[in-house]
């Protein structure tokens, strides 16, 4: 497991967006970058999710968190322009942008493999992240120290039989990335990492294997000081990197 022990105060006064921040592994990101002093933009599809993690944020006394409804699936390149500009108009700036959001599609090889599922997956695990991150790349730009984090997988580092488009989706990130990294490099305080969770309790994990039983895994909490890590000062020396959090 990767090892940092975050200060309390590591993201305060820091602007964070995450997206599916409803649920699994972005539900968990968002409510420990709260913890840690963030204002944390949360961005999902299910607003009752979103609400429950508002709430719990609120509950909490951590800095109220901001509620950003979007289907990444149906957003067009609009709606990711008006995002850009309400988050322009209400902080000026992005400290940190964890794109974690995705969907799994179906298990099944390449021979058989659905293209509409094809089209879907591409279209939330990359695209979407794509679209997003420029949008909101000046925004990033005007902080004073940014972080860009792509979520990405072992099968995106790896090909592995029936992983299909969302094992494809997942090397096209490492590559959105690296070349990201490489323009940001030099001419902005903005850094580009991925981070690959590694096997982690959620819905996706349990779709993907449903033999497993549910304490099989590491917890979403278990892997979040990578998280911290990426997201905070310590790791301003980074950029262009692939980071595993189980290993
Ligand atoms: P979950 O399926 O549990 O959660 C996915 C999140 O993405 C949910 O909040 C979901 O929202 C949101 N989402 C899905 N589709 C859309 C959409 N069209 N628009 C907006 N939001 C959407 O997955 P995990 O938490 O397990 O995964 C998080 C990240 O980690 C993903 O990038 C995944 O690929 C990666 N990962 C996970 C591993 C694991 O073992 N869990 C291993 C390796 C990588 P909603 O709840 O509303 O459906």
Redesign the pocket.
């Known amino acids: 497991m990767f090892n940092y022990d975050a200060p309390a105060d590591l993201l305060q006064n820091k602007v964070v967006l995450v ?10 990101a968002a409510l420990t970058y709260a913890r840690h002093g963030a204002t944390v933009i949360l ?4 607003i009752s ?2 609400e429950t993690v508002y709430d719990e944020i609120e509950d909490n006394g951590w800095p109220q968190a901001a509620i950003y409804p ?6 067009s390149e609009q709606d990711y322009a008006n995002l850009a500009a309400t988050l322009e108009q209400e902080f000026g700036h992005l400290d940190g942008l964890l ?6 599609g179906e298990l099944k090889p390449i021979a058989q493999y659905d293209a509409e599922t094809w089209r ?1 997956v591409m ?3 990359l695209t ?1 992240p794509f679209l997003l991150t420029r949008e909101l790349l000046p925004l990033l730009r005007n902080a004073e120290q940014a972080s860009i984090i792509f ?6 580092h790896e090909g592995r039989a029936n992983w299909g488009a ?1 094992s494809v989706s ?1 090397f096209a990130t490492e590559g959105l990335m690296q070349t990201m990294a490489d323009e940001e490099d030099g001419i902005s305080q903005v850094r580009v990492n991925s981070l ?10 349990a ?2 294997f449903p033999a497993e039983a549910p304490d099989d ?2 917890t ?1 909490e278990d892997i979040m000081p990578l998280y911290l890590y990426l997201m905070g000062k310590d790791s301003l020396d980074a950029n262009g990197k692939a980071f595993h959090a189980q290993r």
């Open positions: 997206t599916g921040a409803g649920s699994g592994i972005g539900r968990t961005l999902g599809r299910t999710k979103l979007m289907n990444l699936e149906g957003a794109n974690n959001a995705a969907l799994l879907r279209q939330v695990n979407a979520t990405s997988s072992s099968v995106g969302y997942k690959n969770p590694g096997a982690t309790g959620t819905a996706m994990r779709s993907a895994n590491a979403p």
